[in-house]
């Protein structure tokens, strides 16, 4: 099946510190997802992205579905952003979303 | 407002015993989805349903049942037969397989 790979596994910053979180997948998909887990468990999708570029405040995030990877970009993190940032993809002909092991971010103040 | 509910949050299940964790959606979502999630794990696969009354099972099925008679309703039972069921549970939904996934604050259940 196929392959997700995020990258960093653990990333502390100070507030106000940009980041980019790397996630690398085996194989062509058709759908890519972002999500953001809070310390409550909670998955927020943060963005839908197969390919091409999205920006929602100070995230944003690219998809090149070609050389199979994305990128999600925090700038100026603040304390909330912490938590565990995951990727997840599916392929065509599959039900199922693939998740890779996710980067665990601390903001600290 | 739309989304998705899953009920209790924490539950608590002695061994030998079937629990039911419940999952409802206001979103008018075809597609609902089971996942579990061990510590600083990702997600696997439980179960999904496409519509009513038809259910797959995905990658970790053994020792879990579902059902789906309603296109709201898509509950999960921890049978006695899953050896090691502690662990958080989340629900999921989707409009489409080609759409993005919303998901539910999920339910923590511990095994005593």
């Known amino acids: 099946g196929i392959q997700v790979e995020q990258s960093p596994p653990d990333l502390i910053l100070q507030e106000g510190a940009n980041s980019t979180l790397r996630c690398n997948f085996s194989d062509s998909v058709n759908n890519l997802q972002w999500f953001h887990q809070n310390p409550w468990g909670q998955l927020i999708n943060l963005f839908y992205i197969p390919s091409g570029t999205k920006q929602n405040g100070r995230l944003s995030a690219t998809t090149v579905a070609t050389e199979r990877y994305s990128l999600l970009y925090i700038s100026s993190s603040q304390t909330t952003d912490s938590g565990v940032y995951f990727c997840a993809v599916r392929q065509g002909g599959s039900e199922k979303l693939v998740f890779g092991k996710g980067t665990k971010l601390t903001v600290n103040p | 407002d739309g989304g998705i509910t899953q009920s209790p949050k924490y539950l608590f299940r002695k061994e030998g015993q079937n629990v039911t964790l419940s999952c409802e959606q206001n979103l008018n979502h075809d597609a609902m989805y089971w996942y579990r999630q061990d510590p600083g794990q990702g997600l696997r696969l439980i179960y999904y349903s496409q519509i009513v009354n038809d259910f797959q099972k995905g990658d970790i099925a053994e020792g879990y049942s579902v059902s789906r008679e309603k296109k709201e309703s898509f509950p999960l039972t921890v049978t006695s037969a899953q050896k090691n069921p502690t662990a958080f549970y989340l629900c999921?939904?989707?409009?489409?397989?080609?759409?993005?996934?919303?998901f539910g604050s999920g339910t923590r259940l511990t095994v005593v």
């Open positions: 999921a939904s989707s409009i489409h397989r080609l759409n993005g996934y919303t």
